[in-house]
């Protein structure tokens, strides 16, 4: 049992840890890599990185050939068109599921903080710890809605928005109307208006789309 949870603990390091060198661009789209390759960098034996190539293919990041290796899955204008139109709709659903369901300020804590942090870090002009806060503030959304189905497709996207954002962090505008839309769908899901907290957070997604997919345009990102 012990040697099964420290091989699961070593799986997840490589899962994190390549999954980083993708967003940083350090294994960029269309690039092949062997699985011994991939073992050698991150100082591990092949069998985690086997399972950890195996959970990032399944979240869309790369594509496992077999005898080949692995090649670093690319992303294109439509296929961020078509993940955020997903993602629109199932956290907005989400949101209005969320405030419907009569949470106390206790239960709402960490969204709460999630957008105190997120004020914070932009006061002090630290974007990576503004987007750390925006995800919480999202997958603590998509936790509130309690729905299991929408978490999991989230869940399953949310790489891929990751991807695309750590891209275009630095050279998109400061995130303002981002952090006021967050605090009027969470005023909206304290105050227990679904309406409000459904439509306000899918106009939240769709500007940030458009904004994400001009970016994109603008910087020649065709594929990512």
Do not use: C
């Not at 985690?48 to 080949?68: D, F, H, N, S």
């Not at 139109?85 to 300020?105: C, F, P, Q, R």
């Not at 309690?146 to 991807?163: E, F, L």
């Amino acid at each position: 049992m012990a040697d099964a949870l420290k091989q699961k603990s070593i799986t997840v390091q490589a899962v994190e840890h390549i999954r980083q060198l993708i967003f940083d661009g350090e294994l960029p789209a269309g690039s092949d890599h062997l699985e011994s390759e991939l073992a050698d960098r991150l100082g591990m034996s092949r069998t985690p990185v086997r399972e950890a190539t195996l959970l990032l293919a399944q979240q869309g990041l790369l594509e496992v050939r077999p005898r080949k290796g692995v090649r670093i899955s690319s992303l294109s204008l439509k296929d961020m068109e078509e993940i955020y139109a997903v993602l629109t709709e199932l956290e907005s659903l989400a949101a209005e599921e969320a405030a419907g369901a009569s949470y106390n300020d206790e239960q709402l804590a960490v969204l709460a903080k999630s957008i105190d942090d997120m004020e914070a870090a932009l006061k002090a002009g630290n974007l990576e710890a503004w987007a750390l806060a925006d995800e919480a503030f999202h997958s603590e959304l998509v936790r509130l809605g309690g729905n299991s189905r929408i978490q999991s497709i989230v869940a399953m996207m949310s790489n891929q928005v990751r991807r695309a954002r750590a891209i275009t962090l630095h050279i998109r505008p400061a995130p303002l109307k981002s952090n006021e839309d967050h605090r009027a769908v969470y005023d909206a899901i304290r105050r227990g208006d679904p309406k409000t907290a459904h439509d306000r957070h899918r106009s939240h997604r769709q500007h940030a789309r458009e904004v994400l997919i001009e970016l994109l345009k603008k910087h020649r990102l065709q594929h990512i």
